[in-house]
T-cell receptor, first 112, second 113 residues
Framework: DQQVKQNSPSLSVQEGRISILNCDYT??????FLWYKKYPAEGPTFLIS?????DKNEDGRFTVFLNKSAKHLSLHIVPSQPGDSAVYFC???????????FGPGTRLSVLP | ETGVTQSPTHLIKTRGQQVTLRCSSQ?????VSWYQQALGQGPQFIFQ???????GRGNFPPRFSGLQFPNYSSELNVNALELDDSALYLC????????????FGSGTRLTVV
């Protein structure tokens, strides 16, 4: 039973355009969400987070949107760069808990 | 400020054997979590240690065990290895027990044959 879903295994975007990565969740007790980026042979690196009391958080080229009623998150990358090519994981925390539930990831390819 | 380091980077074991994976936490982080990432999947929570005590556990059998040492380094031990244990094992460090995100190591790729 996947509590965090990333239904697009892969996404290709042209350099300079917007990348939109989506994440859906089922557990209404999730109170904090993060996006991680992972390059091959490296561990995941933190990108951006959002609390369930907010609906948007922005950091440079990265913006995360949260729609609690739809149980949906999205990560927008504008403009996309070739260095953004990686696997992106959405992760959610249960109610101040000690661990995160990760989605299966979306592989983003930014084409020059 | 050092990051999270894991050793070894790759390991091949035979079914039924035991394995120990090691992790050195980021300086100042007193919480360590271990995750298993199977091919094509997201990381799955194994357990977390805080101040040398297990502080939470995911849906993994008791043959997965851990230790955290006073210097905050830690070990993941897996007994009676099964083929399905083949995965990338990630160590992640953080501060405190209410988690707002991790610093991950690069992982240990375990192959069970």
């Amino acid at each position: 039973d996947q509590q965090v879903k990333q239904n697009s295994p892969s996404l290709s975007v042209q350099e300079g355009r917007i990348s939109i990565l989506n994440c859906d969740y089922t557990n209404s007790m999730f109170d904090y969400f993060l996006w991680y980026k992972k390059y091959p042979a490296e561990g995941p690196t933190f990108l951006i987070s959002i609390s369930s009391i907010k609906d948007k958080n922005e950091d440079g080229r990265f913006t995360v949107f949260l729609n609690k009623s739809a149980k949906h998150l999205s990560l927008h990358i504008v403009p996309s760069q070739p260095g953004d090519s990686a696997v992106y994981f959405c992760a959610a925390r249960v109610n101040y808990g000690q661990n995160f539930v990760f989605g299966p990831g979306t592989r983003l390819s930014v084409l020059p | 400020e050092t990051g999270v380091t894991q050793s070894p980077t790759h390991l091949i074991k035979t079914r039924g054997q035991q394995v120990t994976l090691r992790c050195s936490s980021q300086s100042g982080h007193n919480t360590v979590s271990w995750y298993q990432q199977a091919l094509g999947q997201g990381p799955q929570f194994i357990f977390q240690y805080y101040r040398e005590e297990e502080n939470g556990r995911g849906n993994f059998p008791p043959r997965f065990s851990g230790l955290q040492f006073p210097n905050y380094s830690s070990e993941l031990n897996v007994n009676a290895l099964e083929l399905d244990d083949s995965a990338l094992y990630l160590c992640a460090s953080s501060s405190g027990t209410q988690n707002y995100g991790y610093t991950f190591g690069s992982g240990t790729r375990l192959t069970v044959v």
